[in-house]
């Protein structure tokens, strides 16, 4: 990319899309009206993503806990979710991005699931973007789920306790196929993860803005990129940048 400040792109971003409610309530507005331009913010995001060079986008769209609001409020959500992939599929499939859904699927309801499953099939051979979209997901759910399935086969003989590493279960999370993200990012102050890609963001560089979600735009996801490039990920090691030469007595 031209602009040196982005000569380093993340492969992989990951989005907690929080303060609907909050930059509704500022104004004044009902809480919805704050989902509706959080759907807006979505539509932008993925187009700068895209245009970035990023390959992966994971949005947390909806957590596992996020049932427990109120009714009227789970029911907004899930109506912009549907208003969401059935206006938008068709430009994001013509524009060559993928879907992939991640998060429990066993307990979902009525559409819901036969959309997110259409969303997937219908650009399941795209090659551009993949737009990760985390429902009814919570990364502790996942985590059990993971090792729940390792030791039925630990249990049935197929599989020895021994044999059992951290790869083994990072195979059997829902982003198997998905590397971990590069830089995750959360809107609206908030500096905590929330359940959500715990053990995917080991060595993730984490990034608090104070702007609400609605208010997140273009300029501030590539200023987020700008952040990221200035990082210096060590993964555990020792710092890869090189420092500039001291200078010497003369």
Known sequence: MANPELAIIPRHVAIIMDGNGRWANKRGLPRTIGHTKGVEAVRDTVKAAAAAGVEYLTLFAFSSENWSRPETEVNDLLGL??????????ELHRENVR?????????LKGDILPLL???EETTRDNTALTLVIAFNYGSRDEITRAVASIARDVAAGRLRAE???AMMIGE????SDIPDPDLIIRTSGEERLSNFLLWQAAYSELLFLPDYWPDFDR????????????????FGGL??????????AG
Do not use: C, M
Not at 81 to 90: E, G
Not at 225 to 232: E, F, I, Q, S, T
């Open 81 to 90: 979710l549907r208003k969401f992939i059935r206006r938008d599929l068709a």
């Open 99 to 107: 879907i992939r859904i991640i998060g429990d699927r066993a307990h």
């Open 117 to 119: 499953l259409e969303a």
């Open 163 to 165: 044999d059992v590493d």
């Open 172 to 175: 059997r999370l829902d982003t």
């Open 219 to 234: 300029a501030l996801f590539f200023d987020a990129l700008k952040a990221y490039a200035a990082r210096d990920r060590r």
């Open 239 to 248: 710092s890869t940048k090189k420092k500039a030469p001291e200078a010497v």
